[in-house]
């Protein structure tokens, strides 16, 4: 098999190549073996796969601030707030399907990315908007999944230290180091191409997902058996613990933390770009991949996220696994976040191969005939050099990519808070990219009346998404301030 799933033989010679473009000419590209209707390599992606992706993306960080976030909002609230995200994620990730082709499902023109879907269904300012808030959210992601790693890989080290020198030891250890490893990594794994080629990491992180999310839900369990009944309270943390206002702001970041842990929606087309052509449609695989990831998460979240809750009540620590709620069994502990570093790793690449792809080829319009742009060197992969597959290395890529990883990491080392930061991500996401964008490009699409019913309510729909997100922003910000107060960058220990 070649590259993207391909067999070799579609890798074409010289007149095999003219004969394809020949072929493409035609609009004959749709009954190829080896190409699809667009005239690119066979998609060979599936609704396993595409799920596989999508809870890469999502199963992330998130899941371990979920019981702090219901120890805000209490047992009423907390599971309510949660099904409301799940549902509203689903519904506008349907709507959202149905604008990877502009037209009819089956033949009409794809849209790869997301930027493309925006460009054909709406115009103006709102596509500029969307490409900042887009990117600039993946960039923001980056970070926050640099901060959740290197907390997890902290956290390793603070439990074995906790088991050698006792529970009373403070172990305090710096972040830095391991926001560097983890850059490291970041790095190296980087300069895999695309999306098609990350489809075993995808599934390796997706399984680390399920690992750890088990691990915890198990200690929860335990935990609550310990405890010989359930903690916390209908309306969670009271007033007298916490302050009138500080219960308002922790509140209003919970709903970011719960956002953040559904937020997928920007890169859901660059996923769906890599199912195989119709029969049946991207959008209609596209809407099972949905149904069966987000009821996974959220099966997962309801589990995690209470029973977490359940077992710390409203001392709930802000990441279950490394918050030190447990210290015992420690190497259980360290198979966790270890877990979660391994799911990081690949969740960090799913998120930012759109914005690889996007800075790619627009320099690759901008600067055609630059080698250092355009070009690309063979790396035998073997020792035996040409009998083995090569390695084709674009030196732009290189240098792009590696400069945004460390960027990006040099960032995280000066914002290490991973639930202000979560939250505020889950809030400036949430509402523009998972909600009004899609609303917009399906009443578009499929030319939904202005003023009809189905018109009203969508966008009943994006209004009350919009309230929940300034408000859930506000607390973040706050959160974030009054942590600057007492934070000293690369020094301030954990």
Same mark, same amino acid.
């Given at each position: 098999?070649?590259?993207?799933?391909?067999?070799?033989?579609?890798?074409?010679?010289?007149?095999?190549?003219?004969?394809?473009?020949?072929?493409?000419?035609?609009?004959?590209?749709?009954?190829?073996?080896?190409?699809?209707?667009?005239?690119?390599?066979?998609?060979?992606?599936?609704?396993?796969?595409?799920?596989?992706?999508?809870?890469?993306?999502?199963?992330?960080?998130?899941?371990?601030?979920?019981?702090?976030?219901?120890?805000?909002?209490?047992?009423?609230?907390?599971?309510?707030?949660?099904?409301?995200?799940?549902?509203?994620?689903?519904?506008?990730?349907?709507?959202?399907?149905?604008?990877?082709?502009?037209?009819?499902?089956?033949?009409?023109?794809?849209?790869?990315?997301?930027?493309?879907?925006?460009?054909?269904?709406?115009?103006?300012?709102?596509?500029?908007?969307?490409?900042?808030?887009?990117?600039?959210?993946? *960039?923001?992601?980056?970070?926050?999944?640099?901060?959740?790693?290197?907390?997890?890989?902290?956290?390793?080290?603070?439990?074995?230290?906790?088991?050698?020198?006792?529970?009373?030891?403070?172990?305090?250890?710096?972040?830095?180091?391991?926001?560097?490893?983890?850059?490291?990594?970041?790095?190296?794994?980087?300069?895999?191409?695309?999306?098609?080629?990350?489809?075993?990491?995808?599934?390796?992180?997706?399984?680390?997902?399920?690992?750890?999310?088990?691990?915890?839900?198990?200690?929860?369990?335990?935990?609550?058996?310990?405890?010989?009944?359930?903690?916390?309270?209908?309306?969670?943390?009271?007033?007298?613990?916490?302050?009138?206002?500080?219960?308002?702001?922790?509140?209003?970041?919970?709903?970011?933390? *719960?956002?953040?842990?559904?937020?997928?929606?920007?890169?859901?087309?660059?996923?769906?770009?890599?199912?195989?052509?119709?029969?049946?449609?991207?959008?209609?695989?596209?809407?099972?991949?949905?149904?069966?990831?987000?009821?996974?998460?959220?099966?997962?979240?309801?589990?995690?996220?209470?029973?977490?809750?359940?077992?710390?009540?409203?001392?709930?620590?802000?990441?279950?696994?490394?918050?030190?709620?447990?210290?015992?069994?420690?190497?259980?502990?360290?198979?966790?976040?270890?877990?979660?570093?391994?799911?990081?790793?690949?969740?960090?690449?799913?998120?930012?191969?759109?914005?690889?792809?996007?800075?790619?080829?627009?320099?690759?319009?901008?600067?055609?005939?630059?080698?250092?742009?355009?070009?690309?060197?063979?790396?035998?992969?073997?020792?035996?050099?040409?009998?083995?597959?090569?390695?084709?290395?674009?030196?732009?890529?290189?240098?792009?990519?590696?400069?945004?990883?460390?960027?990006?990491?040099?960032?995280?080392?000066?914002?290490?808070?991973?639930?202000?930061?979560?939250?505020?991500?889950?809030?400036?996401?949430?509402?523009?990219?998972?909600?009004?964008?899609?609303?917009?490009?399906? *009443?578009?699409?499929?030319?939904?009346?202005?003023?009809?019913?189905?018109?009203?309510?969508?966008?009943?729909?994006?209004?009350?998404?919009?309230?929940?997100?300034?408000?859930?922003?506000?607390?973040?910000?706050?959160?974030?301030?009054?942590?600057?107060?007492?934070?000293?960058?690369?020094?301030?220990?954990?």
């Amino acid at each position: 098999m070649g590259e993207n799933g391909v067999p070799k033989h579609c890798y074409p010679a010289a007149a095999a190549a003219a004969m394809e473009v020949t072929s493409m000419e035609l609009g004959h590209t749709a009954g190829s073996k080896c190409y699809d209707d667009d005239g690119r390599l066979k998609r060979t992606g599936t609704m396993w796969t595409a799920s596989a992706h999508i809870i890469t993306a999502v199963i992330g960080s998130g899941v371990l601030s979920l019981a702090w976030a219901i120890a805000q909002l209490g047992w009423v609230a907390g599971p309510a707030v949660m099904l409301l995200f799940s549902f509203v994620t689903y519904y506008t990730s349907a709507l959202l399907a149905d604008c990877y082709r502009s037209g009819d499902e089956c033949t009409g023109k794809r849209n790869y990315t997301y930027m493309d879907a925006v460009n054909a269904n709406l115009s103006g300012i709102k596509v500029q908007i969307c490409g900042f808030l887009q990117y600039a959210n993946i *960039i923001g992601v980056a970070i926050g999944y640099t901060i959740a790693a290197s907390i997890s890989m902290l956290a390793i080290k603070k439990a074995n230290c906790f088991h050698v020198e006792g529970h009373g030891d403070p172990c305090s250890i710096s972040s830095t180091p391991y926001m560097i490893i983890f850059g490291v990594a970041e790095i190296f794994f980087s300069q895999i191409p695309d999306f098609d080629q990350i489809s075993w990491l995808s599934i390796l992180a997706a399984v680390m997902s399920f690992t750890y999310s088990t691990i915890g839900l198990g200690l929860g369990i335990v935990q609550v058996v310990a405890n010989k009944g359930v903690q916390g309270s209908l309306t969670g943390i009271s007033v007298g613990v916490v302050t009138p206002i500080d219960k308002v702001w922790r509140s209003l970041q919970a709903f970011g933390d *719960i956002a953040f842990a559904y937020s997928y929606s920007l890169i859901l087309i660059e996923i769906q770009d890599t199912i195989r052509a119709p029969p049946p449609s991207e959008s209609k695989v596209m809407r099972r991949a949905t149904i069966v990831s987000v009821a996974v998460t959220t099966l997962f979240y309801m589990l995690c996220g209470c029973m977490g809750y359940a077992a710390f009540g409203d001392a709930a620590p802000g990441n279950l696994l490394t918050g030190f709620g447990f210290y015992e069994p420690f190497w259980l502990l360290d198979v966790a976040n270890a877990a979660i570093v391994v799911h990081l790793v690949g969740a960090y690449q799913v998120y930012c191969q759109p914005l690889f792809a996007f800075v790619e080829k627009w320099a690759q319009q901008r600067w055609p005939k630059s080698k250092y742009i355009t070009g690309e060197v063979d790396v035998p992969l073997s020792l035996s050099g040409s009998a083995g597959r090569c390695y084709k290395m674009n030196l732009f890529r290189l240098t792009w990519r590696t400069a945004f990883v460390v960027a990006t990491t040099v960032v995280s080392m000066l914002l290490p808070f991973f639930n202000d930061v979560v939250g505020l991500l889950g809030a400036l996401g949430f509402w523009p990219l998972t909600v009004y964008f899609p609303v917009e490009m399906y *009443i578009v699409q499929k030319k939904v009346p202005r003023w009809s019913t189905r018109w009203v309510c969508l966008q009943l729909l994006s209004l009350a998404c919009l309230i929940i997100t300034v408000a859930s922003a506000a607390g973040s910000v706050a959160g974030i301030i009054s942590d600057l107060k007492v934070y000293k960058p690369f020094v301030t220990t954990y």
